[in-house]
T-cell receptor, first 113, second 114 residues
Framework: GQQVMQIPQYQHVQEGEDFTTYCNSSTTLSNIQWYKQRPGGHPVFLIQLVKSGEVKKQKRLTFQFGEAKKNSSLHITATQTTDVGTYFCLGNAGGTSYGKLTFGQGTILTVHP | EAQVTQNPRYLITVTGKKLTVTCSQNMNHEYMSWYRQDPGLGLRQIYYSMNVEVTDKGDVPEGYKVSRKEKRNFPLILESPSPNQTSLYFC?????????????FGPGTRLLVL
């Protein structure tokens, strides 16, 4: 079945440093979504990427979808303490395999002031 | 306000004592699902439902049951809880279960099984 690997599992940064998390799928994806979970909270949708090579930006966050649509990254420039939390990717295989969803394991980001 | 609600938010129970965690959404979503979140393992899908009376297993269904008698409700049932089911549980819903839809999560239920 489909697997989505996300690395790193943990990332500790000083405030102002950059941060990147990566998701790699064993199969080609129709789209990929990114979610953020604040400490003590629930996952909240950030963005969706659909096209091969797509790049989207949200302020200091840059999201990329690989050319082969099997990998994706989330990059945060100049982290702030408000960026702390766990970032998850959700890879959607498309086709008839809807219903069952597989999230990446998540990357826990800690930002030291 | 559009939302997914879960009850209870916190629960401490003992091994073998049946429990139910309720999930309700007010967005008229067809698709609902349950996840458990454990350190280092991320969000793992337990069960999902494409519509009323339609449910199917996710990646970790053992020890859990679900039902979908109404569109808005999707309770998670632990018939005989065991300590390895101690976890943080999330219910989620989306419009129709089509790939690419936003998943809306409930606030979570933290379960401790002694």
């Amino acid at each position: 079945g489909q697997q989505v690997m996300q690395i790193p599992q943990y990332q500790h940064v000083q405030e102002g440093e950059d941060f990147t998390t990566y998701c790699n799928s064993s199969t080609t994806l129709s789209n990929i979504q990114w979610y953020k979970q604040r400490p003590g909270g629930h996952p909240v949708f950030l963005i969706q990427l659909v096209k091969s090579g797509e790049v989207k930006k949200q302020k200091r966050l840059t999201f990329q979808f690989g050319e082969a649509k099997k990998n994706s990254s989330l990059h945060i420039t100049a982290t702030q303490t408000t960026d702390v939390g766990t970032y998850f990717c959700l890879g959607n295989a498309g086709g008839t395999s809807y219903g069952k969803l597989t999230f990446g394991q998540g990357t826990i980001l800690t930002v030291h002031p | 306000e559009a939302q997914v609600t879960q009850n209870p938010r916190y629960l401490i129970t003992v091994t073998g004592k049946k429990l139910t965690v309720t999930c309700s959404q007010n967005m008229n979503h067809e698709y609902m699902s349950w996840y458990r979140q454990d350190p280092g393992l991320g969000l793992r899908q337990i069960y999902y439902s494409m519509n009323v009376e339609v449910t199917d297993k996710g990646d970790v269904p053992e020890g859990y049951k679900v039902s979908r008698k109404e569109k808005r409700n999707f309770p998670l049932i632990l018939e005989s809880p065991s300590p390895n089911q101690t976890s943080l549980y999330f219910c989620a819903s989306s419009l129709s279960g089509t790939h690419g839809e936003t998943q809306y999560f409930g606030p979570g239920t933290r379960l401790l099984v002694l």
